[in-house]
């Protein structure tokens, strides 16, 4: 059975950074696109990221672009969002989820940024 | 950036109705890149309709996607309790995915 498990959410300050996991299993993950989305609270959907199998192709939302990374290493099966210069608007739920229409999601992990 | 816009905001509606949603987009989707999530609250969305009117794996046939081009729907034939919930709209045609801003979908 396909699972994504996110990890590395909590407290972040403001100008500060943290890092997000997500952890496939029961799928090729070399073989899917990859994305994050993330849904602050009480509001809907906002992408943030995409990443092709390979790696080769990214894309990011304006909002972030420039301050997270999105990157995979494949060998771990394993996702990843590098977040820089973290301000109050990045506080949200961040999902992982496969290929562009988005099929499975993990269950997410919260991200709050306050001094 | 292609813009979504859901509508209606709110839909109240009793079990056993049919339920119409809508997405319209500010430009073209082609190749039809358009899909529907259901949202629960406390849940990760869920993938219920992909390429407009493709039904995702082990979705109720009650669920159906239609429309092309520029406006979409999202038709619930028969409203069991479990379809209460916010349904996003998405496209996928540009490399910067975009999300419509969600109908909820309540009990009347």
């Known amino acids: 059975e396909e699972q994504l498990v996110e990890s590395g959410g909590g407290l972040g300050q403001p100008g500060g950074s943290l890092r997000l996991s997500c952890a496939a299993s029961?799928?090729?993950?070399?073989?899917?696109?990859m994305n994050w989305v993330r849904q602050a609270p009480g509001k809907g959907l906002e992408w943030v990221a995409y990443?092709?199998?390979?790696?080769?192709?990214?894309y990011y939302s304006d909002s972030v672009k420039g301050r997270f990374t999105i990157s995979r290493d494949n060998a771990k099966n394993s996702l990843y969002l590098q977040m820089n210069s973290l301000r109050a608007e990045d506080t949200a739920i961040y999902f992982c989820?496969?290929?562009?229409?988005?099929?499975?999601w993990g269950q997410g992990t919260l991200v709050t940024v306050s001094s | 950036e292609i813009v979504l816009t859901q509508s209606p905001g709110t839909l109240s509606l009793s079990p056993g109705e049919r339920a119409t949603l809508s997405c319209r987009a500010s430009?073209?989707?082609?190749?039809?890149?358009l899909a529907w999530y259901q949202q629960k609250r406390g849940q990760a969305p869920r993938l219920l309709i992909y390429?407009?009117?493709s039904r995702a794996t082990v979705i109720p046939d009650r669920f159906s996607g239609s429309g092309s081009g520029t406006d979409f729907t999202l038709t619930i034939s028969r409203l069991e309790p479990e379809d209460f919930a916010v349904y996003y709209c998405?496209?996928?045609?540009?490399?910067?995915?975009?999300f419509g801003q969600g109908t909820r979908l309540e009990i009347k």
């Open positions: 998405q496209q996928y045609d540009k490399p910067t995915i975009t």
């Open positions: 430009q073209s989707v082609t190749s039809n890149y």
């Open positions: 989820a496969r290929d562009r229409k988005l099929v499975s």
């Open positions: 029961g799928v090729t993950f070399s073989n899917y696109e």
């Open positions: 990443i092709s199998n390979t790696g080769t192709s990214i």
């Open positions: 390429g407009a009117s």
